[in-house]
């Protein structure tokens, strides 16, 4: 198990950028992916990114080329880079963290369900 949590949420105009923080704690040394997630009102949450213990990583379509996912070399803190935010993309923005040993570099796991950590929330709230 591991404890979750984010930051770095905010207020912020269409077309900026921001950058979400996720710091995990407990055994983090056993987490093979790691993911953000988000949900707006009344919307179901979604996957947005996600990144296997490996390094690599996985991105909805509708974010491909904008957003970011990386992790610092203790694979402690996941970010998510933000850029030419729309106010569509106003929601509160989760990280969860998936532990199998048996997941392989080509697993994708895109289900809230899927993921059995998870952090209190950041809210992005992008004006328009």
């Known amino acids: 198990q591991v404890q979750l949590v984010e930051s770095g949420g905010g207020l912020v105009q269409a077309g900026d950028s921001l950058r979400l923080s996720c710091t995990a704690s407990?055994?983090?040394?056993?987490?093979?992916?790691a993911g953000w997630f988000r949900q707006a009102p009344g919307k179901e949450r979604e996957l947005v990114s996600a990144?296997?213990?490996?390094?690599?990583?996985y991105y909805a379509d509708p974010v491909k080329g904008r957003l970011t996912i990386s992790r610092d070399n203790t694979k402690t803190t996941v970010y998510l880079q933000m850029d030419s935010l729309s106010p569509e993309e106003t929601a509160v923005y989760y990280c969860?963290?998936?532990?199998?040993?048996?997941?392989?570099?080509?697993?994708?796991?895109?289900?809230?369900?899927?993921?059995?950590?998870w952090g209190q929330g950041t809210q992005v709230t992008v004006s328009s």
């Open positions: 969860a963290a998936r532990i199998f040993w048996t997941d392989t570099d080509s697993s994708y796991f895109t289900k809230g369900g899927d993921y059995g950590d």
């Open positions: 407990g055994r983090t040394f056993s987490i093979s992916h």
């Open positions: 990144i296997r213990r490996s390094g690599s990583t």
